[in-house]
């Protein structure tokens, strides 16, 4: 089963525009992973935040975890048409590496 | 530094049939886990392998089975498929016994189609 929910589900933008997409899980976790995934194919890591971080950058890429409220947001600045994939967000338990993904956010970035 | 990879890349099998896909782990890591994608959907953690033995197992029926060899890749398996066993399948690799926070690196995945 899914440990959460990715909001929302599609996003379109115009190139040069923010995205941001949101994460929700149910457990507690070690870690929070988002993932970016093109036209069907293998996933490619993007970045890892820590249950005890609350902000992480990486290039355009700004990341957010509110433990609290078990939720984090991916944001994606100037964004551009190669940016247009679809983001999973994935948790990771205190004991062990499996991965809990959500069911995903489709961007597309229109040139 | 070669990636994972993941043979064979599509495979189209009838229903009841078995089928085996294999994954090579990255260079340096011990740990590989399989996940199932299915059209639509996030990916779905079916189990995972360290030291030759399965180590953690999802919600899945024991028609998925697995093996890990004495060189870190391994084999999925799959018996008596059903139409949906459709999807991707994901192997990904982690270092070092696959602790906790480590990074998971995924192989382009298997396409595979039960008719």
């Known amino acids: 089963s899914q440990q959460g929910e990715e909001d929302p589900q599609a996003l379109s933008i115009q190139e040069g525009e923010n995205a941001t997409m949101n994460c929700s899980y149910k457990?507690?976790?070690?870690?929070l992973q988002w993932y970016r995934q093109n036209s069907g194919r293998g996933l490619v890591h993007l970045i890892l935040?820590?249950?005890?971080?609350r902000e992480k950058h990486s290039g355009r890429l700004r990341v957010t975890l509110d433990t609290s409220k078990k939720s984090s947001s991916l944001l994606i600045t100037a964004s551009r048409a190669a940016d247009t994939a679809s983001y999973f967000c994935?948790?990771?338990?205190?004991?062990?590496?499996?991965?809990?993904f959500g069911g995903g956010t489709r961007l597309m970035v229109k040139p | 530094d070669a990636g994972v990879t993941q043979s064979p890349t599509h495979l189209i099998k009838t229903r009841g049939q078995q089928v085996t896909l294999r994954c090579s782990p990255k260079?340096?890591?011990?740990?590989v886990s399989w996940y199932q994608q299915a059209l639509g959907q996030g990916p779905q953690f079916i189990f995972q392998?360290?030291?030759?033995?399965?180590?953690q197992r999802g919600n899945f029926p024991d028609r998925f089975s697995g093996h890990q060899f004495p060189n870190y890749s391994s084999e999925l398996n799959v018996n008596a498929l059903l139409l949906g066993d459709s999807a991707l399948y994901l192997c990904?690799?982690?270092?070092?016994?696959?602790?906790?926070?480590?990074?998971?690196?995924f192989g382009p995945g298997t396409r595979l189609t039960v008719l």
């Open positions: 990904a690799s982690s270092p070092i016994g696959g602790r906790a926070g480590d990074t998971q690196y």
């Open positions: 457990t507690s976790i070690n870690n």
């Open positions: 935040i820590r249950s005890n971080e």
């Open positions: 994935a948790t990771a338990p205190n004991a062990g590496n499996m991965l809990t």
């Open positions: 260079s340096g890591h011990d740990t």
């Open positions: 392998y360290y030291e030759e033995e399965e180590r």
